[in-house]
């Protein structure tokens, strides 16, 4: 927690997140580390909004920003994180479950901050901004930033509505998931009256692959094991293949809707041997009642009903092991056939 002097609000309106947007002059965004499309396109829709307002910006990432996200426009303004804490008056956290998966070099640039701002759409947010902005509710991140800068009239150039659009697709699947509303698909209209370029943005978002991204999947497929009653899928990555394949951290991402998407199959899981000797543990569920997120955060992870992560101890066997078995007493107690 920085050393704020504004007493803490867990339940903030867009009008104080407003306020602080106004009344200061210098801001550093910053998202979860292995940023996915809500992470960066977040940054980018709220970055953007502030610097057309004239403010003082950076957009900082642990990981820098993934070759899959170069594409939209502004892109080139995220950066590693500096050596250095930066002389900022606001740090804004955007959808970000806890403040350790800012990593740690974020962290550290963002020290200086006087004010947290966390906004997010994670149900196991644990609310460690001065400020927090969480709608659970909400299928990304970005979708409150767009109902955000219409409430307060903030400005919405190009960068921030390509941005909004991406953040939001990326985490709907294509505007398929259950929390998808009406009020989504508003929103994707008006953003597209307001000149996103639909065809050329999807193509960008989705059919434009390394070649490399086939070759692990063909490797995962190599790796896929289903339960015998159907229900549970799940593949793994080997630190040595992310090595032959010359990976990168994002080309598996999404990768799991393919096995999610069998037919019977409940819950999906993909297990990756991080180059730290840690493992990444991704869960998809199609059934609330199959609550990943619950299992995720007995292990210290986190994320929403049916899409959540882990980050735990290896090696790979250990923490497949345990996360299978916990996995099956929840199956278990839900599925009782
Ligand atoms: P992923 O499987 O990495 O796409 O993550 C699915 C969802 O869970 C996303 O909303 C992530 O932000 C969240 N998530 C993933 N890993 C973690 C973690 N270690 N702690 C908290 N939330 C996580
Ligand atoms: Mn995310
Ligand atoms: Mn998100």
Not at 40 to 58: D, E, N, P, T, Y
Not at 179 to 190: K, V
Not at 257 to 277: H, K, N, S, T, Y
């Amino acid at each position: 927690m920085s050393e704020s002097t504004e007493p803490r609000n867990d339940n903030a309106t867009f009008q104080d997140i407003g306020e602080i947007l106004r009344s200061r002059q210098s801001f550093v965004l910053i998202s979860h580390m292995r940023p996915d499309g809500d992470a960066i396109g977040s940054q980018l829709a709220l970055g953007f909004a502030l610097l057309a307002m004239g403010k003082s910006v950076r957009l900082i990432n642990e990981d820098g920003l993934p070759e899959s996200l170069a594409f939209l426009p502004g892109s080139e303004r995220i950066e590693s994180p500096p050596p250095v804490a930066l002389d900022v008056e606001v740090a804004i956290a955007l959808d970000t479950a806890t403040k350790p998966r800012l990593g740690d070099a974020a962290l550290h640039a963002a020290s200086k901050a006087e004010i947290w701002l966390n906004i997010d759409h994670h149900i196991s947010n644990t609310n460690y901004g001065d400020l927090n902005l969480i709608d659970a509710t909400s299928p990304a991140t970005g979708e409150i930033l767009y109902d955000l800068i219409l409430a307060l009239e903030l400005p919405l150039p190009a960068e921030t509505r390509d941005a909004i659009y991406v953040a939001v697709s990326t985490d709907t699947g294509s505007f398929q998931y259950p929390s998808t509303t009406a009020r989504t698909y508003d929103m994707a209209a008006d953003l597209v009256r307001r000149g996103v370029d639909v065809g050329t943005i999807n193509s960008m978002t989705y059919d434009d692959h390394p070649y490399r991204r086939l070759e692990l999947m063909r490797s995962l497929l190599n790796t896929l094991e289903r339960s015998s009653d159907g229900i549970l899928a799940h593949w793994e990555l080997r630190e040595q293949t992310r090595r032959d394949l010359a990976l990168r951290p994002e080309d598996s991402e999404g990768l799991i809707d393919v096995i999610r998407a069998i037919r019977g199959v409940r819950l999906a899981v993909f297990f990756e041997e991080l180059p730290d000797g840690k493992v990444r543990v991704s869960m998809r569920s199609k059934d609330r009642a199959l609550d990943v997120c619950r299992i995720a955060m007995e292990f210290g992870g986190g994320g929403h009903a049916l899409a959540a992560g882990i980050r735990m101890k290896g090696p790979l066997e250990e923490a497949k092991g345990r996360v299978l078995t916990a996995i099956r007493r929840r199956i278990d107690e839900v599925c009782k056939i």
